[in-house]
């Protein structure tokens, strides 16, 4: 079974404070993904990587960096945290490097989440 | 960014009725992905639909991806309270790598 872990469930931080959300598949993912999820907005993509140091902005980009320098450890770094950044922060991990024969994708697996409130 | 309309946002159906979410997008898709998300848990893939007009089956569930392929359907029949989550479509996008852009999902409640 593909396992995805983060490293806390429960965040609890101040505005301006530097966060680091951790994220480690177990499976030799080569694809990482940071989605957050807020309340009728559905997921939204932060960033992704496709290959150690590797990355690209999702959708929501502004106010986040990642760090991949090992393939199975992703990590969300929120430099200054703000109160808009209060949310549930999900980690998922896929194979693959491209479509696959047929025109499909690969699915996601996702870890368990993180909630982050920022006071 | 390509708009992935999901609807309806919540549907509550007494215990033993039916279900149904709908997924539209505004292009051409190559393929689409359900995910089943538990209150409190974690989005989990159930399916994924390429041919147009695919229809499939898991027990009480039925997908199907539309003829043109740019919508899809999940029907639940007979539901029962297993089934309450918030159901998701994602959307490959054009580029050839593995991003998914995630619907805004339909939450299902059951009335026992």
């Known amino acids: 079974d593909v396992k995805v872990t983060q490293s806390s469930r429960y965040l609890v931080k101040r505005t301006g404070e530097k966060v680091f959300l951790e994220c480690v598949q177990d499976m030799d993912h080569e694809n990482m993904f940071w989605y957050r999820q807020d309340p009728g907005l559905g997921l939204r993509l932060i960033y992704f990587?496709?290959?150690?140091?590797?990355?690209e902005k999702g959708d929501i980009p502004e106010g986040y960096s990642v760090s991949r320098e090992k393939k199975e450890r992703f990590s969300l770094i929120l430099e200054s945290a703000s109160t808009n950044q209060t949310s549930m922060y999900l980690c998922?991990?896929?194979?693959?490097?491209?479509?696959?024969?047929?025109?499909?994708?690969?699915?996601?697996?996702f870890g368990p989440g993180t909630r982050l409130t920022v006071t | 960014g390509q708009q992935v309309m999901q609807i309806p946002q919540y549907q509550h159906v007494q215990e033993g009725e039916d279900f149904t979410t709908y997924c539209n997008s505004s292009?051409?898709?190559?393929?689409i992905q359900w995910y089943k998300q538990r209150p409190g848990g974690h989005p989990v893939f159930l399916i994924q639909?390429?041919?147009?007009?695919e229809v499939k089956k898991q027990k009480r569930l039925t997908f199907q991806f539309g003829e043109a392929k740019k919508n899809s359907s999940l029907h639940i029949t007979a539901t029962q309270t297993t089934d309450v989550g918030t159901y998701f479509c994602?959307?490959?996008?054009?580029?050839?790598?593995?991003?998914?852009?995630f619907g805004t999902g339909t939450r299902l409640t059951i009335i026992p």
């Open positions: 639909l390429v041919k147009s007009g």
């Open positions: 292009t051409t898709l190559s393929n």
């Open positions: 994602a959307l490959p996008n054009n580029f050839g790598n593995e991003k998914l852009t």
């Open positions: 998922a991990s896929s194979s693959g490097s491209g479509y696959f024969l047929g025109g499909g994708t690969y699915e996601q697996y």
């Open positions: 990587s496709y290959d150690v140091k590797m990355k």
